[in-house]
């Protein structure tokens, strides 16, 4: 479960009062100088197992019919190249 406050590695934007303090608080703790704060790995993780409802899930992408996966894979296919050539665009006129 969750904290309700937020921790060195889960600020919350929802609450900035929280967020602000923890700061506070990290300052207090460890000063100016955060190369010393603890490391994430030193943390407890909470896992949760994922499963499906059983072997023939329809949410299951290993279900999926073949061209629904190559769907997916164009549809992010093409976002990503969007991504980097409307980069390119925004240089360009930038730099014009």
């Known amino acids: 479960m969750m904290s309700e406050t937020p921790t060195l ?7 900035p009062e929280a967020l602000a303090a923890g700061f506070e608080r990290r300052l207090d703790t ?11 790995v030193d943390e407890p993780v909470e896992t949760k197992p994922i499963s499906w409802d059983g072997p023939h899930d329809p949410k299951n ?15 992010n296919g ?9 980069r390119e665009f925004f240089f360009f006129a930038a730099t014009s």
Request: hydrophobic residues 35%; neutral net charge; charged residues 15%.
């Open 30 to 40: 460890y000063g100016p100088d955060f190369s010393q704060r603890p490391s994430p």
């Open 9 to 15: 590695y889960e600020p919350s934007i929802d609450n």
């Open 78 to 86: 093409i976002i990503t190249v969007n991504v980097y050539v409307l």
């Open 61 to 75: 992408p290993q279900n999926w019919s073949t061209s629904r996966k190559w769907l997916v894979m164009a549809v």
